[in-house]
């Protein structure tokens, strides 16, 4: 009889505890299940932050010399929308200036006051989030514009002059100041062949001394051949350009 009693009692025992492991899971699914809110929607799950290559930087370039009171900074968020903060560093990893740019998707822009402060400097994006994420890292020169040359200037930096160069384009770079919109690039040959491209320069306030490049079309040229940078209008009685000779080895297109 005994032995009968306890039978029942253990399985009485282990129901018990059956049934209260069952209430217990439920109340975690209750807890941790994802439920739509009023309208009928799933809440946003967490997502990573993007990579540096989803969020890109215009302008200003590597080796950009600064002397405008405002530094501007130009850019690209390609994934969903992120919040990002710009700053300026010395040489020294010394937090110089900072902006924050809030949620953006898409083309974005941001302007930072130039800093008290002259000479190397580094310009970072980086997430608000994280700031140990970096996006960008830009070595500018902070210039007092009082040292600044006068008027309109610029040089083509590559190809150098009396350069061979081949294929269907070339790379050309160089510097511009003074200067805000375009450049004109004209590749004349000594049979008149004539190659004109325009250039946009990023000098939002002009007094900047900045970075440009392209690549230029070599279509139906051979032998030497005369590129001019025009940093004025070609039309003007005395045009500001700079120009070198280059020979082409080859036809191309």
Do not use: C, K
């Amino acid at each position: 009889m005994s032995h009968v009693l306890n039978s029942n009692r253990n399985r009485m025992i282990g129901g018990m505890i059956i049934t209260a492991l069952m209430v217990i899971g439920i109340g975690l699914w209750l807890q941790l299940r994802i439920v739509p809110n009023a309208e009928g929607f799933l809440p946003a799950t967490p997502t990573s932050l993007p990579s540096a290559g989803e969020i890109v930087v215009f302008s200003p370039s590597a080796g950009d010399t600064l002397y405008a009171e405002l530094i501007r900074i130009t850019g690209q968020i390609n994934t969903s929308p992120q919040s990002v903060m710009a700053q300026i560093l010395d040489v020294d990893d010394n937090l110089l200036a900072s902006a924050l740019l809030m949620t953006q998707f898409g083309a974005w822009m941001l302007e930072i006051p130039r800093p008290n402060y002259f000479g190397e400097a580094t310009l970072q994006v980086v997430s608000a989030v994280d700031p140990t994420m970096i996006y960008a890292t830009i070595p500018v020169f902070l210039a007092d514009i009082a040292n600044r040359p006068n008027g309109i200037f610029g040089s083509i930096i590559t190809p150098a002059d009396g350069d061979q160069v081949g294929g269907d384009t070339i790379l050309v770079s160089g510097r511009a100041s003074g200067i805000i919109g375009n450049i004109q690039l004209v590749l004349q040959s000594g049979d008149g062949t004539t190659v004109i491209h325009d250039v946009v320069i990023n000098n939002p306030y002009g007094v900047d001394d900045v970075l440009w490049q392209t690549d230029l079309s070599l279509t139906g040229l051979t032998g030497s051949v005369m590129l001019t940078a025009y940093f004025t209008p070609s039309t003007d009685p005395n045009p500001i350009l700079t120009r070198v000779t280059l020979v082409i080895t080859q036809v191309a297109g």
